[in-house]
């Protein structure tokens, strides 16, 4: 194959005039029907288990359906749902550069104007549909009006128009009109969610909640039923025996009417009497079964039930679960992340940059607890040490992104330069700054200190500079000044020091006062 054709991640050839077409969406024929039948009107466990078996067989969509169903007629699991989605989704999401080279930090500038767009957030509450669903196929359509190829738009599919290839049983397939048909490459976002191992289909949240949901209609249903039967006093109404069929078709009109419209007219010869019922058992039966069916679904969806149902202790039991909470929201970001890393970063940067060794990588999560002052303190110090550090790497540290070609760029102050009448290399002051009363010990320091300090050091820091430079973290250079120290030659800072202790003492054996 020419070298010139670009490869998908699977090894399947691009075919960019196939990409400015979309391939989803409603079928004319009726293939792919806006709107699904629905599953949840008159479930049993049969049905149930038989919808289930079906979408392993390869026929999801009733299961499909349900899933749908269960989002909108169950309230608990509808509210658990959105709350591990939108989490996620208000994650930091952030872009990082393969490298520190030009085209690196241009592919990553790429990116990071796709992720910026207004849509993108709510667009990836669609890919998320995978959570509850088991997978999710978002098509790209691409905008190449202005010459580059970006996203106009992410569209959600319904999960019902997909189905999976007899052979694995787990390669996704789009229904068309003349069949199934394969996904086109750079065409598609396909997320699965793993939330636990196996085939695609078996993967998502809503295959365990759909029991748990079965059961809680049963629970409402006798609940309902039961308040219906037991939550007013039964309405008694009396006839005389001379009453006429019409007036006790006239008293059970009135009896009925009271259970709903809460008054009624009878004749003086009719009663109506109210009966409290007495109730043997409590809605409290149905209550507490209704919510510890709530609780296992939330420990499914969220990890914990701290943060949906008010319990005794519930802050002490919210400190412990929000480790758990917090390793599944990780794990939802990661497998977002590598899903848009392989399906649109890829595709993004090959379609309109080219090939490369490594791309950019989009980050989802919360950032790291990081000392930036004490990063950014470490590398001032570290730098003229000889540690390398890639100016992108500190960029991401620290949130700055990479300035633009049109940027005012921040440059550091220069020192002024020397004027006319002041030399460029200046030295402290010596004797003239010495008051004068000081004698021959304070001049001798003087001397020091003006011309005498550079060869007094020259033998203390020879070779410091290339130890250093070689030097990989602050704990090494540590490491090289404090062996200095204990080792240095000091030959020459003895002989100068002696040498002026001497010229002090002569000078104060001969009166010398200055």
């Known amino acids: 194959m020419a070298a010139s054709v670009l490869l998908d991640a699977y090894g399947q050839p691009i075919r960019k005039a196939e990409l400015k077409q979309e391939q989803g969406g409603v079928t004319t024929r009726g293939v792919r029907q806006p709107v699904g039948r629905h599953q949840a009107p008159g479930l049993t466990p049969g049905k149930l288990a038989n919808l289930l078996r079906r979408s392993i067989d390869g026929d999801p969509e009733a299961y499909l359906e349900l899933a749908e169903d269960m989002e ?4 608990h699991y509808a509210g658990v749902l959105s709350t591990r989605k939108r989490q996620v989704v208000g994650l930091d999401i952030s872009v990082e550069a393969a ?4 085209d690196s930090v241009a592919d990553a500038d790429l990116v990071r104007e796709v992720i910026s767009r207004d849509e993108f957030q709510d667009e990836l509450v669609d890919v ?17 009006s202005e010459g580059q190829w970006m996203p106009g738009a992410l569209k959600w599919n319904d999960p019902r128009w997909f189905t999976f290839d007899p052979t694995d049983a787990d390669t996704l397939l789009l229904r068309g009109e003349n069949g199934d048909e394969p996904l086109k490459p750079f065409g598609w976002i396909v997320h699965r969610a793993k939330v636990k191992s196996g085939l695609t289909i078996r993967g998502g949240l809503a295959r365990a909640v759909a029991w748990t949901y079965l059961f809680k209609t049963f629970t409402t249903r006798d609940w309902a039923i039961f308040s219906e039967a037991y939550g007013q006093p039964m ?10 069929p019409e007036e006790k078709a006239i008293l059970l009109e009135a009896v009925s009417s009271i259970g709903t419209d809460f008054a009624a007219i009878v004749p003086a010869s009719m009663t109506v009497e109210f009966i409290q019922s007495e109730v043997s058992g409590s809605h ?7 919510d510890w069916l709530d609780r296992q679904v939330s420990k499914l969806v969220l990890g914990q039930t701290s943060t949906t149902d008010a319990q005794k202790g519930s802050y002490a039991v919210g400190q412990v679960h929000d480790g758990v909470r917090q390793d599944i929201e990780a794990s939802d970001a990661r497998q977002l992340a590598a899903a848009l890393n392989r399906d649109l970063v890829v595709p993004l940067v090959m379609l309109n940059r080219g090939t490369r060794k490594a791309y950019p990588k989009i980050k989802i999560g919360r950032p790291d607890e990081q000392d930036i002052e004490k990063l950014v303190d470490n590398v001032v110090k570290l730098v003229p040490l000889g540690l390398k550090v890639g100016m992108s790497t500190i960029r991401d540290k620290i949130g700055i992104p990479d300035p633009g070609s049109d940027d005012v760029l921040l440059t550091p102050q220069r020192p002024a330069a020397p004027s006319a ?4 290399t200046k030295k402290p002051a010596a004797h003239a700054a010495l008051p004068s009363s000081a004698d021959a010990v304070d001049r001798g320091v003087q001397d020091i200190i003006d011309d005498a300090w550079e060869p007094m050091m020259a033998p203390i ?3 410091l500079e290339d130890e250093l430079s070689a030097a990989k973290s602050e704990e090494q250079a540590k490491a090289i000044i404090a062996r200095r120290i204990e080792t240095m030659g000091v030959t020459k800072l003895a002989e100068v020091l002696a040498r002026s202790a001497f010229a002090a003492r002569l000078a104060g054996e001969a009166g010398e006062d200055l």
């Not at 549909?129 to 359509?141: L, N, P, R, V």
């Open 72 to 75: 909108e007629r169950d309230l």
């Open 99 to 102: 490298g520190d080279d030009a």
């Open 128 to 144: 998320l549909d995978a959570i509850g669903k088991s997978f999710s196929a978002t098509e790209i359509i691409w905008d190449t």
């Open 235 to 244: 309405r008694l109404g009396k006839f005389g025996p001379d009453a006429s």
């Open 284 to 290: 409290e039966l149905y209550e507490k079964r209704a």
């Open 421 to 424: 009448e002041e030399p460029e």
């Open 461 to 463: 820091v020879a070779g």
